[in-house]
């Protein structure tokens, strides 16, 4: 039984207009938004994706379909918070978090604070636990071309001491 695990998540939206532009949990000033079933929000849907694969359960859209109508417009902090729980009744408990979000625009560096203290809230572990780098593509490809966002995160997961004593006994 693993006493720890590794998970890696990636995620991509385009920008769209009329919709707010939500990342890490934190809605950021812009005048375009980014497009998906949910609020979009591409840095907390790679953690969630970080997260679950860690815990060997899957991805995102096994849990938290976009055919499932209840899900249209979910603030993705909500997902979030379904990962944290399906984490710990995995027997795991989160370690770390730490993604990088890649954006031409808008400029990121003003909310990474917001962006970190959103994530550690909505996983229940502490602002020391979570890390958000933000970063450019140097104007190349879509990303550059200020097409959309993308983000890469990875998680680290502990097995709790109850998941411990139960798998010894």
Known sequence: MRQ?????????????????????????PHERGLEGHSDADALLHAICDALLGAAGLGDIGRHF???????????????LRGTQRLIVRAGYRV???DA??????????????RMRAAIASA??????????????????G????????????VALIVRTQDARR???G
């Open 65 to 79: 379909p976009g055919s499932d109508p209840s899900l249209r417009g979910i603030a993705s902090a909500e997902l």
């Open 4 to 28: 720890i695990a590794v998970g890696i998540g990636y995620d991509i939206h385009r920008f769209v207009e009329g919709r707010p532009l939500w990342l890490g949990g934190v809605e950021i």
């Open 166 to 168: 139960k798998a010894q």
């Open 142 to 153: 879509a990303i550059g071309r200020a097409e959309g966002i993308a983000a890469y995160a």
């Open 100 to 113: 990088v979000v890649i954006a031409e625009e808008p400029r990121l560096g003003l909310h990474q604070e």
């Open 95 to 97: 370690s770390n978090i």
């Open 123 to 140: 996983a229940e572990v502490p602002a020391s636990s979570v890390n958000v780098k933000v970063t450019s593509n140097e104007r190349m």
